[in-house]
């Protein structure tokens, strides 16, 4: 299910047709960038994790008060948990390219994504269930290689990669898609650039487990965006220069073209694999985060009876080590 | 702002949020000028070769007008906020439901959080362990700006080129930021 909607997603971008397009919105991210924008809703009280109803309650009129909070709660609560999925299989993904890289007789199959997603998925899991007490020093370890493995993957790629000239790089825009013009083309390329800031609203759903809430939730919102945008315009900058042939991008191993320039840039197996390594920890920390926020969301919601069997699910075991 | 709107008064009271300082509060101003007249100029010089912009512009400039009135509004509203003393600590609310928490008192948090948290009538059930530092770590590692664009890069490749992927992320970003800064605006209240 998740890799049809993914495919047609993937789809939309080659053919250029609009149904498609319409289609793709089925893709878990999307719905997820439709929910996070709807998610100013979490956070009134920024001490507690806020089922995002209390907001949207707050200020909607008295008599679709109810009716939107419900909504908007759904929304959040399915974008979260799709979200897992969607970076999990970022992650299945990028694992199947560096099998197909080391081994080139192997043959891509759909279901070996979804074992691999399952694998990943139930991984982060158990790492939130039975290593929930030192979460905090594994997420700051796996940020401290989000923000060292950039400046490796950079200077590599700066260092060995062949050079675009400037014009072209700040200039030529193209459109490969089929869409009607560049304009358009435009609009759609930036739906994926898009993705890479989703989701800081995260820290919110974790407040009732920040100390000093109110002070450093939203600090850490602000500066979490800024420390991500400067890493991401560098790899925006170093991308657009180094850049290889945009044939390749067809040919290249199973969808994930930038294995094709980490091997062009090195001419090494073992060291591009030691750079997607530095990528593969950052996603798989983004998804043990997602399933924290994701379960605390849940929580919250069920707090207040909106999900299924709310009692059930919001029960906190006496003794049991949670955090 | 929240007591305004709504006509309450057991709101928390308002600590410093990061939009809650002088510098930043000219910064948005300059910024929303900087803006308004990039518009004015933009706008003016279209309309030159689009006659049909005239019109369109008169709406798009009663808007901003708007939004602007509306934004030093709010503004004021909220430096009010700040000043206003703290009528919830001094009416005392208790927990609706009068649980007592079963998180030892380490991981109970700051004195603000724990007179939050009766404010709104929850009980604290989970321990607060993240710190500030923590709480960074753990959002950086969420979104995986860097990593995301690298797997994405081939739909960006083909729609947009690389000239597109640079304007289209200053774009993007730009968008972002506005919304982060609202959303964190409304987490510090």
Known sequence: MLQQSARSYEQAFYDGRVTDCFVSLGHPRQVDNTVSISVFGQIVHPTTDISNTDWVSEFAPPNVQKFLSYIVGWLTFTGWQSAITAIGSIVAGTIQGLIALKNPDYVWERWHTTLLTIAVVALCVFINIFVARRLPLVEGFLALVHFAGLFIV??????????????????QFSNNGGYASDGVSFM??????????????????MAEETEDSARSIPRTIMYSTYINAFLGFLMVITLIFTWGDMAEISDSLYGWPFLTVFYNATGSKAATIAMTMLVLFPLTGSVIACVATASRQTWAFARDNGVPFSATVRHVRKHHPIF | MYRILHGRSNCPPKREGPIGSVALHCAIEVGQLLLFK???????????????????????????????????????????????PA?????????????????????????GDRAQ???????????????????????????????????????????????????????ALTGWILVYLSLSEMASM
């Open chain 1, 188 to 205: 759609v390329g930036i739906l994926p650039l898009t993705l890479c800031l989703l989701g800081f609203d995260s820290q919110v759903h």
């Open chain 2, 87 to 111: 009528i919830a600590e001094e009416q005392g609310y208790e927990a609706q439901d009068g649980a007592k928490s079963r998180v030892s008192a380490k991981y109970l948090g700051t004195e």
């Open chain 2, 117 to 171: 948290m009766r404010i709104l009538g929850r009980t604290q059930e989970t321990r607060r362990v993240f710190t500030f530092i923590t709480i960074l770590g753990f959002g950086s590692t969420l979104i995986v700006t860097w990593e995301v664009l690298l797997t994405n890069i081939s739909l960006i490749l083909i729609n947009g080129g690389t000239a597109g992927m640079f304007w289209g992320f200053l774009f």
């Open chain 1, 154 to 171: 950079i200077i590599v790629l700066w260092t060995l990669a062949p050079r675009n000239n400037a014009h072209d790089a700040f200039f």
């Open chain 2, 38 to 84: 990039f518009f004015t100029f933009s706008v003016s010089l279209a309309s030159v070769r689009l006659p049909c912009l005239h019109f369109f512009s008169g709406q798009v400039f009663r808007f901003l007008a708007a939004a602007r009135c509306h934004f030093c509004l709010i503004m004021a509203a909220i430096d009010a906020d700040t000043k206003a």
